[in-house]
């Protein structure tokens, strides 16, 4: 099974890879500053190695200074020796003697003189050296003019005794020069260094310190944004598995632990259960009291469910107004199951304070077990919600446990759906009318249409089998408009029968409401039939009338144009309030048959039946009690001053023939 947390890793990535990310971390900071420290050490390198190559010329011009000094002194001599030579092809005249004099002197000259030397001529040696070349030439000069052609003359032996220690000295010191060279080198770069020094070591060293800063600087930024990043992860994990309203695990967490809880009882051979709630009529809440309330209580739901279970059981919101607890136990039996399914419709009995006002809340609960209602998540869901319709489908407020039944239910449900879109076509809908009764005379005044179908294989069916499934399917539209059509045209056959006129009452549905040409088709089923307005009441709840407040006045204001009347069916049940209900053009309050039945033996219900006879009389409405079963009941609403009762008592809901046997019976009494 894939983890819940593997979708979520997509927008991290996303993040990371995003191009902001660059620009946030600031990357692009240590990137420039180690462009600049590359730069610099690259500049340095060269700046060192033309340092080198500068100071090797220098060192080369000084040796060679020297050693050609040395040169020029060698071949004087040398020439010298030509010119004693006995060989007339090798001997040299006196004035080629001369030219090389000169040419020393100039030489000599040039070294003192020149700029390129000055450096050269501060060191001591070399200094004095070339001082006494210069004074033996001059000392010499005298000798050159009278110089003889023997070898053995005591001129040329002096000039050459002069001149030999000074070439030597020379060819030494050019010696040492070129042998210290490494040395003179450093001392040379140092001595050149001086002016750029500071930049050849200092702009690397000062960009070398901006890139370590911004290497801590970014490395501190790195976590800052790593810690954000694991935050922000751990966030979106948290998203994605739980329910944002209520905190709880969600549909996908809840499926996880399914599967692990699968893995351990099937390792273990244990059993778990999975118990389904939905909140019975949530709807009407949030239709009457808003969302906001219905969000409110969804949230107080939600702690009451997490104090029904133990720490390692699962609470999850699955949807809307569903709920799933996952409990596993050592030993789990169905006692524990039932035990804890008691303790959640118990937790939910208990009136919420929502908004202000407090609210009874009952919900309908399904339960599955594992391994004996199914080995796969999936499978386990699905039987415990099957098994939830089962408990709505027994009135609410109860709890079923999985029978492979229901999930035939389930497939009858969906066939039903598709006899009803024929149902119309082939006239298999009736009505049945139950008789409206004036409680001080006892005399028949209307009857209310109730919708019956003739089902070809599963015979006579009542409203709550099929009603559910054409609001579902919005056949109730095509439906409904057929029951004002019949019930109309009803009222006017039985009124022909020569029977007393009857106020007709038609429940309608709220998608009904909604349709913009409900007003125009109740016209239509008033003219077509002749029954007068004023004899046919709609009866519409208090929940179909808040779900949308304007379009509900809008409507009813329209069809009360017509002379039509308005009922409010179930009254007391729903969430409307006394300022919502001016608003809207009603002629009866029908009070709901649970606080008949309840009148008598809880105060309670027999307080909100006092009440809503004392609001209809101080709004001058009709109040209607139904589902009169008992002469107590009876009594009891007559005591009140109630005016008007429908129930067993007087009839059950009966077809049309019935009822005018039933009019001519009670005429003739
Ligand atoms: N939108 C439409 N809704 C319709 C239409 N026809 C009926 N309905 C709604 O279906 C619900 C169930 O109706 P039904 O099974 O016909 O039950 C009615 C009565 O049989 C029942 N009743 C009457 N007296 C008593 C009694 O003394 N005891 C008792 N236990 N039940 C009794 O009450 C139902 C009528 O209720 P109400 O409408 O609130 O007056 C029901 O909600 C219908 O509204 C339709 O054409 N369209």
Same mark, same amino acid.
């Given at each position: 099974m894939k983890p819940v947390q593997a979708d979520v890793a997509r927008p991290l990535i996303d993040s990371l890879t995003d191009r902001r990310w660059w620009r946030q971390t600031g990357m692009w900071r240590l990137l420039l500053a180690l462009a600049i420290f590359i730069a610099t050490l690259y500049m340095s390198y060269r700046d060192i190695g033309q340092a080198n190559v500068i100071s090797s010329l220098r060192m080369g011009h000084h040796t060679h200074s020297l050693i050609k000094t040395y040169d020029e002194v060698d071949r004087f001599m040398r020439a010298l020796r030509q010119y004693t030579l006995k060989d007339p092809i090798r001997q040299i005249a006196l004035e080629d003697i001369a030219l090389h004099y000169e040419i020393l002197v100039s030489r000599v000259q040039t070294f003192q003189e020149g700029e390129a030397n000055r450096e050269l001529l501060e060191l001591d040696d070399v200094r004095t050296l070339v001082e006494r070349l210069a004074v033996t030439l001059e000392s010499i000069e005298p000798l050159l003019v009278e110089l003889g052609q023997d070898p053995y003359d005591l001129r040329y032996s002096t000039i050459q005794s002069l001149l030999r220690p000074i070439r030597s000295r020379f060819f030494e010191l050019g010696k040492q020069f070129l042998m210290n060279s490494e040395v003179r080198n450093e001392q040379i770069i140092r001595h050149y260094g001086n002016d750029s020094s500071y930049w050849t070591l200092g702009a690397p060293a000062a960009s070398g310190l901006l890139l370590l800063l911004l290497f801590f600087a970014q490395l501190r930024q790195s976590k800052r944004l790593a810690d954000s990043l694991a935050a922000e992860s751990r966030k979106l994990s948290h998203m994605a598995a739980h329910d944002p309203l209520t905190g709880l695990p969600n549909r996908a967490l809840l499926k996880d632990r399914l599967s692990q809880a699968i893995h351990h009882a099937h390792r273990a051979q244990g059993r778990f259960a999975v118990i389904f709630l939905d909140l019975d009529r949530f709807k009407a809440v949030n239709d009457s009291l808003g969302h906001g309330a219905g969000d409110e209580l969804l949230k107080t739901v939600a702690e009451r469910l997490s104090a029904c279970v133990r720490e390692g059981d699962t609470v999850a919101r699955i949807s809307g107004d569903e709920f799933v607890l996952l409990i596993e136990a050592v030993g789990l039996d169905d006692g524990v199951v039932n035990e804890v399914a008691e303790r959640v419709a118990s937790e939910l009995r208990t009136p919420f304070l929502i908004a202000g006002q407090e609210l009874l809340v009952t919900g309908s609960i399904g339960i599955s077990l594992y391994p004996d209602n199914g080995e796969e998540a999936e499978l386990l869901l699905m039987n415990a919600d099957a098994a939830m319709y089962s408990a709505k489908a027994n009135g609410r407020d109860s709890i079923s446990s999985y029978q492979a039944q229901m999930n035939a239910d389930s497939v009858s449900r969906i066939e039903l759906t598709g006899d009803l879109h024929h149902a119309l076509e082939r006239n298999q809908l009736q009505l049945h009318y139950q008789p409206c009764v004036a409680l001080a005379s006892g005399e028949i005044f209307g009857v209310e249409a109730l919708l019956r179908w003739q089902h070809p294989s599963r015979g006579l069916l009542s409203p709550d089998d099929f009603i559910p499934l054409a609001e579902e399917s919005g056949l109730i539209v095509p439906i409904g408009e057929w029951v004002i059509r019949t019930a109309c045209a009803q009222a006017a056959a039985w009124h022909q029968q020569g029977l007393p006129q009857l106020k007709m009452a038609v429940n309608l549905s709220a998608l009904q409401l909604q349709q913009p040409e409900l007003a125009k088709r109740v016209a239509a089923a008033l003219e077509a039939s002749g029954h007068p307005p004023r004899l046919l009441e709609l009866e519409l709840t208090e929940t179909q009338l808040m779900r949308d407040v304007d379009t509900a006045v809008a409507a009813t204001r329209e069809l009360r144009g017509l002379g039509v009347r308005i009922a409010i069916d179930d009254? +007391?049940? +729903?969430?409307?309030?006394l300022s919502d209900l001016q608003r809207f053009p009603v002629s009866t309050l029908k009070l709901d048959r649970s606080f008949v039945h309840n009148a008598l033996s809880k105060p309670s219900a027999a307080a909100i039946a006092r009440s809503a006879i004392g609001l209809g009389r101080n709004l001058e409405l009709e109040v209607l009690a139904e589902g009169i079963e008992t002469p107590e009941q009876l009594a009891f609403l007559r005591a009140h001053h109630c005016d008007a009762g429908q129930g067993y008592l007087f009839s059950r809901p009966l077809p049309a023939a019935d009822i005018a046997s039933l009019l001519r019976e009670s005429r003739a009494a």
């Open positions: 009254f +007391g049940t +729903g969430y409307c309030s």
